[in-house]
């Protein structure tokens, strides 16, 4: 498949661009990953974007590098999974090396220990913001399953400390016999 050289480009600079400007780990960028490539450039639909992130999710290494995988390979093939994800760890790559060229002037500034004080509220606020808008495709399916492997989900993590992996996998048995069952039933899975 020939992809147009702008569409490399518009990749790159696009990832570059939400990975130099977000700070507070991978899920940070998925709502804005999704409000670039869903609601401005309409190159991935919502659902396709709620599927991807749950992939990138459930894959070994950085949700942010494997979300810009997904989406570069969606978008582009293999050549775009590879532009987006070098537009995704160069500014990371970047800052870490300055900052870490300067660390002893940084690791006891009083200003720069106030300002990642202040990002934490900021990261707080869109992950909430991230579990809102990913949250509402689940209870708007109006089916009780989806709600409640979310709920055992989150029970068995936060209050048992059951493994997050072992859950993930159980979530995808779920999941699978789900839609095994829906698609022979005719109707929609979780």
């Known amino acids: ?3 147009d050289k702008k569409v490399f480009i518009k990749l790159f600079l696009s990832t570059f661009q939400l990975s130099a400007c977000t700070f507070g780990g991978g899920f940070v960028i998925i709502p804005l990953m999704r409000k ?4 401005e450039l309409h ?4 659902q396709e ?4 992130t ?5 894959s070994p290494g950085a949700i942010a590098v494997n979300a810009s995988i ?3 390979y969606h978008v582009a093939g293999v050549i775009g999974a590879l532009v987006t994800v070098l537009g995704t760890v160069l500014p990371p790559l970047m800052i870490i090396s300055v900052i870490s060229f300067f660390y002893t002037a940084f690791r006891d500034n009083v200003i720069v220990d106030m300002a990642m004080t202040g990002m934490l509220a900021g990261v707080a606020a869109v992950i909430c913001d991230v579990v809102i808008t990913m949250g509402k495709s689940v209870f708007q399916k109006k089916r009780i399953l989806p709600v409640a492997v979310l709920a055992a989900s989150f029970t068995a993590v936060r209050f048992w400390a059951v493994n997050i992996i072992l859950v993930i ?3 995808a048995v779920i999941g699978a016999i789900d839609t095994m069952y829906q698609s022979k039933r005719g109707g929609a899975a979780l």
Do not use: H, N, R
């Open 1 to 3: 498949m020939k992809y």
């Open 36 to 39: 670039k490539f869903v609601e």
């Open 43 to 46: 190159w991935i639909e919502e």
């Open 70 to 72: 997904l989406v570069g």
């Open 169 to 171: 996998l159980v979530c």
């Open 54 to 58: 749950a992939i990138a999710q459930s």
């Open 49 to 52: 974007m709620i599927d991807l």
